[in-house]
């Protein structure tokens, strides 16, 4: 039996007369195996301590520890009494940790944030290093899951102790209660006994086997494109903050706390019988992002778009070919393109001693005379400027007129105008058929571009045949987020077909060129 059938079966047998919930107790599975710690946000009563639970009979002799914290809760009552014997007898300060949390293999703490801080603390190094000082000794802790759970989110602004708390919770998840009503039916007409074990011996993982299992999942390796897909992320999350300006939905992400998505996402790959993590892994973030509730559906945005638009075509460098492409037009276009201009720009001769202002200041005021023009300088002086008929004059003709920023033009009372001009000659192109030699040179970078397409062709080929394998059958993943992966692919193999009609078209450009002059506007 595989890992996979027997994490398939196992997860099977976990789920039974649990309903609607395969997709947290997936979650919970993985976590565990994952070494990481989940919380569970919902209301009272929609089985989030069943969760815990079941999930202890996952694990060979498995031992479970539960309890409902409240604002009174002591580390007695969570890490275990302490000894009067030790405490008689060696002067000794230790706790009786069997049967409670230091001694358990899955932990469920409900109202988790009501717990004190002498208790929160304890927690921080009990879940970063699954160790517990217990006394003058550091006992190694056998948690493999600890599963918490509220019906509210932390306040860390209130409580500092609760942010470095809340960031150890890697996956996060919203939890209902059931939705179908032939689900809701069997829910409340069957019987069930969530302390009886119902799994089979034979896919419980054992202690060395859960070890190994850690070893080998370190070694599961991570691909440039998921690596792409976690750095589009982190950008869109910095997005997100710098339009935040208040800073009240700011998203942050710990570098701790990326390493241990990092090793989620891992884990998800090696129980689904692969070497390499896959971009079906990677929507598992999606869970492990958000930090407020309104925070749930950005997150999967986030995730889900990067996948859909970035998943396989940053592995293929569009940008940097693009702008080879570009250079090489500019190539093609300076050896056989030469511009000729014999335009000129000059004073109608037809305007009788004046020049005429286009847009003028009004349609009474529209000429001045050369002889005014001439004599301006940077100065300003009083001038005439006249209607239509020239020689008009009215009273509010007189204007402060001085040079403008070329001869074309002048300033009227600080406002820059243009002076009418014609412009005599034109613009020519000559076209010239490139030479044997350099045609030539020209085809063989066209054959090195086609080189290029066509090994990303077979690199996306590769990867088509390599995921689409396990798209639809990853444990921990719905099978139809296997859409956005699959449009995906064929987006960017179209990408990589519009640059290969791109790329022929360049050639057919060049090789169609002819020796010829012709005015061009």
């Not at 241990?260 to 998800?268: A, D, H």
């Not at 940077?378 to 239509?388: G, V």
């Not at 519009?498 to 450009?509: A, L």
Request: charge should be negative.
């Amino acid at each position: 039996m595989s890992v996979k059938q027997r994490i398939q079966k196992l997860l099977k047998e976990l789920n039974k007369g649990v309903y609607e919930k395969e997709e947290i107790m997936a979650l919970s599975l993985l976590s565990a195996v994952a070494g990481e710690s989940i919380f569970l946000l919902g209301a009272p009563g929609v089985a989030k301590s069943l969760i815990a639970r079941r999930l202890k009979y996952a694990f060979k002799d498995g031992k479970s520890f539960e309890y409902l914290m409240t604002s009174f809760s002591t580390p007695d009552e969570i890490f275990g009494p302490v000894s009067i014997k030790k405490l008689k007898d060696e002067d000794k300060y230790e706790r009786v940790v069997e049967k409670y949390l230091p001694g358990a293999d899955v932990v469920f703490l409900d109202e988790i944030w009501k717990a004190g801080s002498s208790i929160q603390n304890t927690l921080l190094t009990v879940i970063n290093e699954k160790v517990y000082r217990n006394g003058e000794q550091e006992i190694k802790v056998p948690m493999k899951a600890l599963i918490s759970a509220s019906n509210e989110l932390p306040k860390p602004k209130e409580e500092e102790n609760l942010e470095a708390l809340w960031d150890r919770l890697l996956v996060r998840l919203p939890v209902e209660g059931i939705k179908k009503k032939e689900n809701f039916d069997a829910m409340i007409s069957e019987k069930l006994d969530s302390y009886t074990d119902t799994v089979s011996a034979d896919v419980k993982i054992e202690n060395k086997t859960f070890e190994e299992w850690s070893k080998t999942i370190d070694d599961v390796e991570i691909p440039e494109n998921v690596l792409n897909v976690i750095d589009v992320i982190r950008k869109k999350i910095q997005l997100h903050n710098d339009k935040d300006d208040k800073n009240e939905n700011q998203i942050y992400i710990s570098d701790r706390r990326w390493r241990k998505i990092v090793r989620l996402l891992r884990t998800s790959a090696f129980l689904n019988d692969r070497q390499a993590v896959d971009l079906m892994d990677c929507f598992l973030m999606k869970d492990c992002l958000w930090n407020e509730d309104t925070q749930i559906e950005t997150a999967r945005q986030m995730v889900s778009g990067a996948i859909e638009q970035y998943g396989y075509k940053l592995q293929f460098d569009f940008n940097s070919l693009k702008e080879e492409l570009n250079e090489f037009r500019e190539e093609i276009k300076e050896e056989t393109k030469v511009i000729k201009d014999s335009r000129v720009e000059e004073f109608d001769e037809d305007t009788k001693g004046y020049y005429e202002l286009e847009n003028p200041p009004n349609n009474y005021n529209k000429f001045i005379d050369q002889d005014s023009y001439e004599l301006l300088t940077s100065e300003k002086q009083n001038i005439r400027l006249y209607y239509e008929e020239y020689n008009s004059i009215r009273p509010d003709n007189v204007w402060k007129i001085k040079k403008g920023k070329d001869k074309f033009h002048i300033s009227v009372n600080d406002v820059e105008y243009k002076l009418k001009t014609i412009v005599t000659g034109e613009k020519r192109q000559q076209t010239r058929k490139p030479n044997e030699y350099t045609e030539s040179a020209w085809d063989k970078k066209i054959d090195g571009y086609l080189d290029v397409t066509t090994q990303q062709k077979d690199e996306l080929e590769q990867y088509r045949k390599k995921d689409l394998e396990h798209l639809r059958t990853n444990i921990f993943v719905a099978p139809e987020m296997a859409n956005v992966v699959e449009s995906h692919l064929a987006k960017t193999l179209e990408e990589i077909k519009k640059y290969e009609v791109e790329i022929r078209s360049i050639q057919n450009g060049y090789k169609s060129l002819k020796d010829e002059e012709i005015v061009v506007e």
